[in-house]
C-alpha cells in the first residue's frame, strides 16, 4: 500500500505582481472586445486592419477543427458479435429442431428433450427468446434460412427458486391445462411469479463471442420491463456462478435440484425489493 504524501506545512511564498503600463490596458481592452466579436459573424471595421506589431495576428482558418472530433461517433472496433448480424426474437414451435441442435452445446445428461422442447414452446413461447445469425445475402442465391445461435428457455413457478418440479414433463400435458403430483404442480404454473431459467444455450462454435451475455441481457431486460414476473431463476454450475453474478443474479447457496446428478446453485435476480 502506497504512504501517504507529507504536506508541506510552511506558508507559500506570494511573489510581488506589478501592474501593467497605462497604454496596455488599451491593447488589452482592444484584444478582449475582438476575443467577444470573433464569436459571431461581425463586420470588420478598418480600424482592425492595423495590427499592432506586438501582437501576432492568427488566421483562425488554420487552426485545427477540433469540433469534429467531438461531433462524430466514436469509433468501435467490430467485434465477433457483429460479425454475426445478430438479432433476437421469441421462439416457436418451428423453432423445435434447431434449439435441439443448440442444446447439444450441454453433456447429454443435463440436455432439454424436444418433447420438453414441444411442451415449452407451446404453453409459455413468450417465455423464450432467440438469437439468430443472417447470412449475408448473395447475388442470385435465394434469400438465406435464419441461424439460430442460442436460445433461453423458461416456464413459470411459484417457487422463489428453480425446483425438480418445476422442470418436469407433465405426462398428459396436451389433454391437461394443469398437472399435479402428490398435491403439487408440476411444469409450467400460469400463475407463478417467477421465471425459471431452463436452459441458455449457445452454439459451440459461436462460444466466446459474447453471444450469451448479450442475449441474456436482452432477456432480463424484456422480462423486467414487461412487469410480467418478480423474479428470474436460474440454476448453474460454480464456475459459471461469476458469469450469472456480472448480469445481476445473486447466490443463494445449494440447489435441492437433482436434475441431471445434481450439483447445482441456485442464481435469483429479484425485481422487486421486498416490503418488510
Request: net charge negative; aromatic share 8%.
Amino acid at each position: 500500500m502506497n504512504e501517504p504524501a507529507e504536506f508541506n506545512d510552511a506558508a507559500p511564498q506570494v511573489e510581488e505582481l506589478s501592474l501593467p503600463p497605462e497604454h496596455d490596458y488599451s491593447r488589452l481592452s482592444e484584444r478582449a472586445a475582438f476575443t467577444i466579436d470573433a464569436g459571431m459573424q461581425l463586420e470588420e471595421s478598418e480600424e482592425d486592419e492595423e495590427i499592432d506589431e506586438d501582437y501576432v495576428a492568427v488566421d483562425n482558418d488554420d487552426m485545427n477543427d477540433l469540433s469534429y472530433w467531438f461531433r462524430r461517433p466514436p469509433v468501435r472496433q467490430r467485434t465477433k458479435l457483429d460479425e454475426l448480424y445478430p438479432f433476437v426474437q421469441v421462439l416457436t414451435l418451428s423453432n423445435v429442431e434447431d434449439c435441439v441442435i443448440v442444446e447439444s452445446a450441454f453433456p447429454e445428461h443435463e440436455r432439454c428433450s424436444e418433447e420438453k422442447f414441444k411442451y415449452r414452446l407451446t404453453k409459455c413461447p413468450e417465455l423464450s427468446l432467440g438469437m439468430f445469425t443472417l447470412p449475408l445475402m448473395k447475388e442470385g442465391q435465394p434469400k438465406p434460412r435464419p441461424t439460430l445461435v442460442a436460445h433461453v428457455i423458461a416456464t413459470r413457478t411459484s417457487a422463489s427458486r428453480v425446483t425438480d418440479r418445476s422442470m418436469q414433463l407433465p405426462p398428459n400435458w396436451q389433454s391437461e391445462r394443469l398437472s399435479f403430483e402428490k398435491d403439487q404442480p408440476i411444469g409450467h404454473e400460469e400463475s407463478g411469479g417467477t421465471v425459471c431459467i431452463h436452459s441458455l444455450a449457445v452454439l459451440p462454435e459461436h462460444q466466446g463471442k459474447q453471444v450469451g451475455s448479450t442475449l441474456m441481457k436482452s432477456y432480463i431486460q424484456r422480462i423486467r420491463e414487461a412487469m410480467i414476473a418478480d423474479r428470474l431463476a436460474i440454476i448453474a454450475h460454480d464456475h459459471l456462478i461469476p458469469f450469472y453474478e456480472s448480469l445481476g443474479f445473486e447466490n443463494k447457496g445449494p440447489s435441492a435440484c437433482q436434475f441431471g446428478g445434481g450439483g447445482w446453485f441456485d442464481m435469483v435476480s429479484s425485481f422487486f425489493l421486498a416490503v418488510h
